[in-house]
């Protein structure tokens, strides 16, 4: 373990010398053991230059691994801990807004009914970083809207359902009250999106360029749905936002969906790693969204 943080602070500091003073050793001896590491495994891991070091495409790929295992380690020992002293095992769940207010609580309930002995710890944000802490072992299973690339190497993606993209306003906003709509009467409000490379804002502008649309600028970038929420009941804006979060806030009344359609969908899912998939804890927790899942798409 030792060593596999000497390579994370090799990457964090950029410098040998600076490295070998935080871990206490020296740095000849943390130079000797890195050429030694090199040689092990057939290529250089970290460019040398003179402002420091940097690690190289193929050492980023072995701290990517560092990373894992140094996680996995750290989760291992707080369930032990925690089963030690009569707690329970952990289970870590992310998600994406798109996901928080229908299938993800839905699922929950499942999950704690087929595993009471398993603790289930939540996160929510935006896919880029919910893959992220995939990837290096912070949470075991991700759901949100698919981006429609390949999951990146030792993930296992499933898709769950599809579901329309719709643009709402505040209950009482001037454009629900016109019986009919056009584009361009909503292009003379402001609007929120969510920020560039999420999964919704491409599937809306995808969506919008199908129809010959230009959206207009944007006044706020923001991937908080309870600072849109707030924006919204305060103001005109408009937001685009998943059917299923719509239908949610306008049952309790806090939005009204406008009768547009762009005719773009979003694909939503869960991501998983390769290697845990049959771990029965977390295997439990993705068949309980398949479920969920199910049970959305048959209530349409």
Do not use: C
Not at 133 to 150: F, P, W
Request: glycine content about 8%; aromatic content about 6%.
């Amino acid at each position: 373990m030792r060593h596999l943080q000497w390579l994370l602070l090799l990457e964090q500091t950029g410098s040998l010398s600076e490295a070998a003073r935080t871990a206490h050793t020296t740095q000849p001896g943390l130079s000797k053991w890195l050429r030694e590491l090199e040689e092990d495994i057939g290529t250089a891991l970290f460019d040398r230059h003179a402002r420091g070091i940097s690690p190289t495409p193929a050492g980023r790929l072995v701290l990517l691994y560092a990373r894992r295992v140094l996680n996995a380690m750290q989760r291992a020992e707080e369930d032990v801990e925690a089963v030690r002293h009569g707690g329970l095992r952990r289970v870590m769940l992310a998600t994406s807004p798109a996901a928080t207010f229908d299938l993800v609580p839905d699922a929950i309930a499942r999950y704690m009914r087929l595993q009471p002995d398993i603790q289930i710890g939540l996160r929510e944000g935006t896919m880029d970083e919910l893959l992220s802490q995939l990837e290096r072992v912070q949470v075991d299973v991700a759901v949100g809207r698919l981006s429609g690339s390949n999951p990146p190497p030792g993930l296992q993606y499933e898709l769950l359902y599809v579901e329309p993209i719709v643009l709402v306003a505040r209950p009482g906003h001037p454009l629900t009250h016109k019986r009919s709509l056009t584009w361009q009467q909503a292009f003379d409000y402001p609007w929120i999106v969510w920020p560039v490379g999420t999964p919704i804002r491409s599937n809306l502008e995808t969506g919008l360029a199908e129809i010959g649309l230009t959206p207009p600028p944007y006044a706020v970038e923001s991937a908080s749905m309870l600072a849109n929420i707030s924006l919204l009941r305060d103001s005109d804006l408009l937001l685009a936002a998943s059917a299923h979060v719509a239908d949610h806030f306008v049952r309790l009344k806090q939005m009204a969906r406008l009768p547009l359609s762009m005719g773009s969908a979003g694909a939503l899912g869960m991501y998983w790693r390769e290697a845990t998939g049959s771990d029965s804890a977390i295997a439990g927790l993705i068949d309980s969204l398949r479920q969920s899942a199910r049970r959305i798409r048959e209530a349409g």
